[in-house]
């Protein structure tokens, strides 16, 4: 009898540090490390968001509370890259991802 190996199927996005570095780092084709990235993860009401984070169109479809994952990093050259997530608090499913540069949206 043999016993064969099953593989997982289904891939879990974790949206943490080493996420947010691997991300920028394709952005901006360079090595990025985890110790310069500044990390934060909290549960926001949708009263509390700044509307230039998440606008209301957006914010209206998410869970009220949800949890919010935001990363900074700070480049040598003077710009700063922002990323907010927002994922299920259960499942860590992604329910909104917005970047940005020097406070400007980007994605």
Known sequence: MSHSKKKAT???????VV???EELSKRLNKT???NEIGYESILLEHDEVDEDMIPSHHL???????LAHSFIY????????????????????KHYESWFKNSEKIK
């Open 32 to 34: 990025i490390k985890v």
């Open 60 to 66: 209206k479809a998410l869970p009220n509370p949800f």
């Open 19 to 21: 996420w947010f570095t």
């Open 74 to 93: 700070d480049e040598e050259e003077g710009y700063e890259w922002i990323c907010v997530v927002v994922t299920d608090e259960s499942n860590q499913s």
């Open 10 to 16: 289904c891939k879990v996005e974790i949206y943490d």
